[in-house]
């Protein structure tokens, strides 16, 4: 085994250092958001003072009038005055001055104060993700919305060229910035330590930073309105982006902020997998929702580097008269396009393999078969992890690279179709004879099943270097990502929240609500990015608020189908409020009847998640498998007579605690 | 959880009878949608599909884009298929709550899969290294250094210049000329060198099946040969900033006789103009334009500093 069954330290959530008798501040003295509030303008005042202190003799500065420098310093000294206010440096100044840390979450923090908080328990930052992924994801939505109304009219009516730009750029930064952590975030965070029957993660203090990197990131992204936004779009090419006013230095500092914070979640949620699975947690039982996580994991840690240098590039050529990307000077506009999308493919590979993970935990429980081909499943999640460094050039196939570089990138695109289609043997495989259950999560995953194959093929034409030459830049790319990070990530999104919000919360969502969410979110989906697909063939290109005349109807149909779609959306919205708030009807441990061990403790779980470090026993999907043991024993060797928790047992489990249906007490 | 399972369905360890019938009906269900669909799409949408028959690179790609639709649709059909018909048949019936057989993988299908599906991609993959140097690199930008060319004669050098926020064309065969109308000859080999003299724009003449971004200092060369008379779409499809929708035109394909005069008149006509334009070169650095330089150096802006890209004129985010 792994590990032995003793661990080394008791294992306690937030960490082992005592935290001695201290009497409890009142809330308003203890690091919350407002403090964090407080640091964050104080930090911030002080940047834009160093900034104009360094830089207004520099040439480019009095130039051209404007200086990015203390735009730049104040946010970055900002969100160092935000994550102090939060008391993300307390420990670790405690420490350095020779004093112990103080450590983990006290008892007194109950009820909703802890959500404000730094908090070290994962369960709170799991929520905390939750909601903010929620939150960024709508305001996301909202700007799409604003370019849907500008192009009802083949000519621009509504919004000036210039907020049009700032309207598209913010739209599409939010939702893949902010989208990288949407489910490693909320169900990664809050499940992965409860899946592997784990009491915490491997580095509470890294991930809640990740995690409250995040609304400075969005905040300092919205700034960006303030200066009139920016003009590349989420992709930032230099040299437009070195050209652009001050918008884009809110757009460079919060994309390196999400970076980071992706980065640090990956490393803790490796280390995490790697270390703390419980004894009998092999790697052919982890769950499939594990493995994508461990897999996104990698590709987090690794692509996301090359993403905060090349921000740091753009930020020192706009501030500190570098020439990175200027061709005059000696650099080059493609180090900027290879720089970006070599964290930009993996980065779209962040956003589907946790989708991927999520409905193939959630179709073993609603067809009550094992998963088909576990194994083909993993293979699936490792295959695209090392492929999707290999293939980012296919975004660059027109731009002038060197042409014997294109035929290796349209091989390796069109070879992790391989491993991305391993998804729909795992899925096609499960349903085969299966007693299907048409819950609101398992609608969710067929949706994103339906939705995914749609984006996965239009991809094969994209990969296609000749038929790319007229889908490249075109409406034809908008309907393909749409429709694999939307109709494949946010309907998973949507099948997680509806299918774990029961354990996250004990409270269930209103059914009636999810079903007419769903059907509606699917049908009102589909029109609107399935034309997409016609009207970049017909030659609109993206990121434009003008085209031609004959395409007005399609756009019009789009526009009013965008709508419809946010009314669906709105639903959701409704259901989540008014179950978890208003009408919190109590649900049962396990309403799904689900073999994982997240569902073997009570929901919501108890602040150490497991009272002893579970032994487990068998995978998660074991479903009609005569005789299978249960997942896990709950209070391993405690039934035998024996004293110290924990002990391997020799002469087998005579008695099983844990079996789904029983309540755990 | 597992207890009654024994008494669950048929034993699932054996593959009998039953589960054949559903693997024949799901492959005769989809081998008459897909006998349906494919020349559905082959003859019916095929002539019809994007970007048109205007040029060798265009015809090309249609051709590729058909193919690719004719290979996909029974992928997708045999999914939807399977899928449908597993709701339907495979739905749990109420009060039964039992659990299904406990199948946990088969490697003979699951070996069919991948070698099937290996095959497609090798398949789809020689398919597009074919459409791609046969028709000299299909209309897509390769650079500066391009390996697809047209055998055929010399073809007609149309630079076009980008700039925020239009495309203009010098011809350097006709004396060097720069105008924004794009007139191009039927039946003869265009080499197009695109460029940029600011940031990277995109030069997109849709019914040509043309793409190749313009990138500041680099030459990028795309080919085709129009083959039918008529006008054609140009766009920008690199955002390029304010005006990037805006930075669309027209482009014509007349006879080689009409382009022939066109050209020597607008050569004519243009020439003072052209006089006073930098010598036609491959790449442009707008710092160094002998011309504008002097104004520029009297400014104040040299090539250090940074001093192109500022001041912001016109305002833009």
């Known amino acids: ?665 | 959880m597992a207890a009654p399972s024994g008494a669950s369905g048929p034993a699932a360890a054996t593959p009998g009878q039953p589960q054949a019938r559903h693997g024949v009906r799901i492959f005769l269900i989809w081998l008459v949608a897909s006998a349906i669909c494919d020349p559905l799409i082959w003859f019916v949408a095929g002539p019809h599909m994007p970007p048109g028959a205007m040029s060798s690179s265009a015809v090309s790609q249609r051709f590729d884009i058909t193919v690719l639709a004719v290979m996909s649709a029974p992928v997708v059909l045999g999914v939807f298929i399977y899928f449908g018909y597993a709701l339907v048949v495979w739905r749990q019936r109420d009060g039964d709550q039992e659990d299904g057989p406990p199948i946990h993988g088969n490697a003979r299908v699951c070996a069919t899969w991948v070698a099937v599906s290996f095959a497609l991609v090798l398949g789809v993959f020689a398919f597009g290294m074919v459409q791609l140097v046969v028709p000299a690199g299909a209309g897509a930008g390769e650079g500066p250094a391009p390996i697809w060319k047209p055998g055929g004669g010399a073809p007609l050098q149309v630079q076009v210049i980008a700039q925020q926020w239009i495309f203009t064309y010098r011809y350097p065969q006709y004396g060097g000329m720069e105008t924004p109308q794009l007139v191009l000859p039927q039946g003869q080999n265009v080499q197009f060198n695109v460029t940029s003299l600011d940031v990277v724009h995109s030069f997109w003449a849709y019914q040509l099946g043309v793409k190749s971004d313009a990138n500041p200092g680099v030459n990028n060369i795309a080919y085709t040969r129009p083959e039918r008379l008529g006008r054609f779409h140009v766009e920008c499809a690199e955002l390029c900033g304010m005006l990037h929708g805006a930075m669309t035109g027209n482009g014509y394909v007349v006879t080689a006789a009409r382009f022939q005069s066109w050209a020597a008149s607008s050569q004519a006509r243009l020439a003072p103009v052209t006089k006073t334009l930098p010598p036609y070169a491959a790449t442009y650095d707008p710092t160094v334009i002998p011309q504008l330089g002097k104004a520029l150096t009297s400014l104040g802006i040299n090539g250090a500093g940074g001093g192109f890209y500022g001041p912001q004129v016109p305002a833009q985010p």
């Not at chain 1, 939150?135 to 500008?150: M, N």
């Open chain 1, 1 to 665: 085994m792994a590990i032995g069954t003793e661990p080394a330290t008791a294992q306690r959530p937030g960490g082992n250092e005592p935290a001695g008798l201290r009497r409890a501040r009142p809330w308003w003295m203890r690091p919350a958001v407002h403090t964090a509030l407080i640091g964050a303008v104080a930090g911030y005042l002080f940047g834009h003072w160093l900034g104009n202190f360094l830089a207004s003799g520099y040439q480019q500065v009095k130039h051209a009038d404007i200086n990015d420098t203390p735009i730049v310093l104040g946010y970055v000294f900002g969100t160092v005055g935000w994550l102090a206010g939060l008391g993300v440096f307390n420990d670790l100044l405690r420490q350095m001055a020779g004093r112990p840390a103080a450590g983990r979450d006290r008892a007194a923090d109950g009820g909703l104060a802890r959500y404000f908080r730094y908090s070290l328990d994962h369960k709170v930052v799991g929520i905390q993700y939750l909601i903010g992924m929620i939150v960024y994801f709508l305001t996301g939505g909202l700007f799409a919305l604003a370019i849907r109304v500008e192009l009802l009219s083949p000519a621009y009516h509504v919004l000036s060229p210039s907020a049009y730009l700032m309207v598209v750029g913010e739209h599409g930064t939010m939702m893949m910035m902010m989208m990288s952590s949407v489910i490693v975030g909320p169900f990664g965070n809050y499940f992965v330590p409860l899946m592997i029957g784990a009491k915490r993660v491997a580095f509470p203090r890294v991930e809640a930073l990740s995690f409250w990197l995040t609304p400075a990131a969005f905040i300092i992204l919205l700034s960006g309105v303030l200066f009139g936004g920016f003009p590349t779009g989420w992709t930032g090419y230099a040299t437009l982006s070195v050209q652009a006013g001050l918008g884009m230095d809110s757009y460079a500092v919060a994309f390196g902020l999400m970076g980071l914070s992706i980065i640090l979640a990956g490393c803790n949620i490796i280390v995490t997998v790697i270390s703390y699975r419980a004894p009998g947690m092999r790697w052919s039982r982890l769950p499939v929702f594990v493995w994508s996580m461990v897999a996104t994991s990698f590709l987090m840690v690794v692509a996301a580097p090359v993403l905060v240098g090349g921000m740091y590039m753009i930020l020192t050529d706009r501030t500190a008269q570098t020439a990175f990307f200027t061709g005059t000077l000696g650099g080059s506009s493609y180090l900027y396009e290879n720089l970006f999308w070599f964290f930009g493919h993996p980065d779209v590979y962040i956003l589907a393999l946790p989708g991927f993970g999520i409905v193939a935990e959630i179709i073993p429980v609603f067809c009550r078969k094992p998963l088909f081909g576990y194994r083909v499943a993993a293979a699936c999640m490792i295959g695209v992890t090392l492929l999707s460094f290999l293939v980012w050039q296919h975004h660059l196939f027109d731009s002038g690279i060197n042409p014997d570089m294109r035929p290796l990138f349209m091989l390796t695109t069109e070879l992790i179709s391989i491993p991305t289609g391993f998804i729909y043997l795992v899925a096609m495989g499960t349903f085969w004879q299966a007693k299907i259950r048409l819950t609101v999560p398992m609608l969710f995953a067929l949706g994103m099943y339906i939705n995914f194959l749609i984006g996965g093929i239009s991809g094969i034409f994209l990969s296609d270097i000749p038929a790319d030459t007229t889908e490249h830049g075109s409406f034809f790319v908008m309907a393909h990502f749409h429709y694999t990070i939307m109709g494949g990530l946010i309907f998973a999104f949507m099948g997680g929240i509806y299918y774990w919000l029961p354990k996250m919360t004990g409270i269930k969502l209103n059914e009636t609500l999810g079903k007419i969410h769903f059907y509606t979110m699917f049908v009102f989906f589909n029109s609107t990015f399935l034309p997409l697909f016609a009207i970049g063939l017909m030659g609109q290109p993206r990121r434009v608020f003008e085209y031609q005349r004959q395409l007005q109807t399609l756009n019009d149909w789009v526009s009013v189908s965008a709508f419809l779609l946010a009314g669906s959306i709105l639903i959701f919205v409704i259901n989540f409020v008014w179950s978890t708030v208003i009408a919190r009807h109590p649900e049962a441990r396990d309403p799904w009847r689900s073999r994982g061990l997240e569902w073997q403790v009570p929901s919501p779980p108890p602040a150490e998640n497991f009272a002893r470090i579970p032994q487990v026993l068998s995978a998660p999907y074991e479903y009609g498998v005569p005789g299978a043991p249960p997942v896990a024993d709950l209070d391993p060797g405690c039934r035998a007579g024996r004293a110290a928790p924990g002990r391997l047992m020799r002469q087998g489990h005579k008695r099983f605690l844990g079996a789904p249906d029983e309540e755990r007490r």
